[in-house]
């Protein structure tokens, strides 16, 4: 009996022979799928998707402003600039020596402009730029303008009102402090007549400071 050639199989441009799929080809196939949803998938992480990053601002680090620190920062101009001598600084010496433990800066500063928002309508904000005259009296140089507002709730307000033009070009001692007010720099202030009695006061003050010092 005369022996018969066996069957062979044709292979498809499939890379197939019969049903079975050629090892090689196979993972070369899976590998190209996974490489393909990789790039479909959405990239968590990217772009718009990425989390705002942090960015340090001049005002990390900076206390924030609270109800102690409104007492001695007050934002507010003592009575003497205006010409009005109260009866007695005892409790204000006090309160001097705070502001000049506790003072980023203090300078006799000449007040450069005072401007106003009346045009937004109700009551109006004040906001005075001062500049440093001469050298410092106490904490870190200042060499900037420095811009400060005034608002309606300040117990000088009023006195600000009445006298706004004859402010510009005047000298005042001036306390100030920086804060972090959500996340913004915020300068809080107080400002003493540049007057032989205010120079008193603070001699008296940095004498009770090295004194504590000692003990």
């Not at 005369?2 to 799929?21: D, F, H, K, Q």
């Not at 924030?64 to 409790?91: I, K, Q, W």
């Not at 006799?108 to 001062?130: E, M």
Request: glycine content about 8%; hydrophobic content about 40%; proline content about 8%.
């Amino acid at each position: 009996m005369p022996t018969l050639p066996r069957p062979t199989l044709s292979i498809a441009a499939t890379g197939t022979v019969g049903s079975r799929v050629r090892p090689g080809h196979f993972i070369a196939r899976i590998v190209r799928v996974v490489a393909l949803a990789a790039l479909a998938a959405p990239c968590f992480g990217c772009g718009r998707d990425a989390p705002p990053r942090a960015v340090p601002t001049e005002a990390a680090g900076l206390p924030a402003y609270l109800a102690a620190d409104a007492a001695v920062f007050d934002d507010n101009f003592a009575p003497e600039v205006f010409g009005l001598v109260p009866p007695s600084r005892s409790d204000d010496d006090g309160k001097l020596a705070e502001r000049l433990e506790r003072a980023d800066s203090v300078v006799r500063a000449q007040i450069s402009t005072v401007t106003s928002d009346r045009q937004k309508g109700g009551v109006p904000n004040y906001q005075l730029v001062l500049r440093a005259v001469g050298p410092g009296i106490s904490g870190r140089p200042t060499t900037e303008p420095i811009a400060v507002g005034l608002s309606s709730s300040s117990p000088s307000y009023p006195l600000v009102a009445a006298s706004e033009e004859t402010l510009v070009g005047r000298v005042v001692v001036f306390f100030f402090r920086r804060y972090n007010e959500k996340g913004n720099v915020a300068i809080h202030w107080h400002a003493e007549a540049d007057t032989e009695r205010t120079a008193a006061a603070i001699a008296r003050a940095r004498l009770l400071g090295e004194a504590r010092a000692r003990k």
